[in-house]
């Protein structure tokens, strides 16, 4: 069973559309995260949500919109679609927000905008 | 920036000798963990060591954490081509922020 899943592991599209990433979580866990590696291999927190509120947002584009419907599932949504957007795109949970937790990744969703 | 930097950022490496990699970083932690990327995959993590601590073992995993220097060490021994792959620094600072490093490289040959 896959701890963390997101969907889809590769998508490929135009300037200006406008796409969803999915992510899932099935280990209990409080809280979920989006990451973004550049090309290279930067890793860097995009949001994180505990208990389904928001409570980090680092200085992303307001194009970007998490959405957590529940505390198992955190998707991104990505507007207007840029060159820049093009990276891998790391969904990932921890138990809790605590300093000390794991962080379980998914597999990456690689986003290329053309 | 809190990024932490890894040093050196690519490493090649026969198969059976020892790995080291190098983690620096700018504030004060609460904690510091490694993780590895294989190619095309996530982050999957190895080991956390506490402020606290100086030296930790997982394995052939050796960890070391110098807070005065702001440096930790990730020491792979005996490596296999199996280990090949990309390794991060993950540290906690400040209310529960996880800044991630630039990540090293690491090719094992056969």
């Known amino acids: 069973d896959t701890a963390v899943s997101q969907t889809p592991k590769y998508l490929v599209t135009q300037m200006g559309n406008d796409k969803s990433i999915k992510c899932e979580q099935n280990?209990?866990?409080?809280?979920m995260y989006w990451y973004k590696q550049d090309s290279k291999k930067f890793l860097k927190i995009m949001f994180s949500?505990?208990?389904?509120?928001?409570?980090i947002n680092e200085t992303v584009p307001n194009r970007f919109s998490p959405k957590s419907p529940d505390k198992a599932h955190l998707n991104l949504h990505i507007n207007s679609l840029e060159l820049g957007d093009s990276a891998v795109y790391f969904c990932?949970?921890?138990?809790?927000?605590?300093?000390?937790?794991?962080?379980?990744f998914g597999e990456g969703s690689w986003l290329t905008v053309v | 920036s809190q990024q932490g930097e890894e040093d050196p950022q690519a490493l090649s490496i026969q198969e059976g000798e020892n790995a080291t990699m190098n983690c620096s970083y700018k504030?004060?932690?609460?904690?510091l963990q490694w993780y590895r990327q294989n190619s095309g995959r996530g982050l999957v993590h190895l080991i956390l060591?506490?402020?606290?601590?100086r030296e930790k073992h997982s394995g052939r995993l050796r960890v070391t954490l110098d807070t005065s220097k702001k440096s930790s060490s990730l020491l792979i021994t005996a490596s296999r081509a199996a280990d090949t792959a990309s390794y991060f620094c993950?540290?906690?600072?400040?209310?529960?922020?996880?800044?991630f490093g630039k990540g090293n490289q690491v090719v094992v040959i056969p």
């Open positions: 504030t004060s932690i609460n904690n």
């Open positions: 280990l209990g866990h409080d809280t």
């Open positions: 060591i506490r402020s606290n601590e």
């Open positions: 993950a540290f906690s600072y400040g209310n529960n922020r996880l800044a």
């Open positions: 949500y505990n208990n389904k509120e928001l409570i």
């Open positions: 990932a949970s921890s138990q809790d927000i605590g300093s000390g937790n794991t962080i379980y």
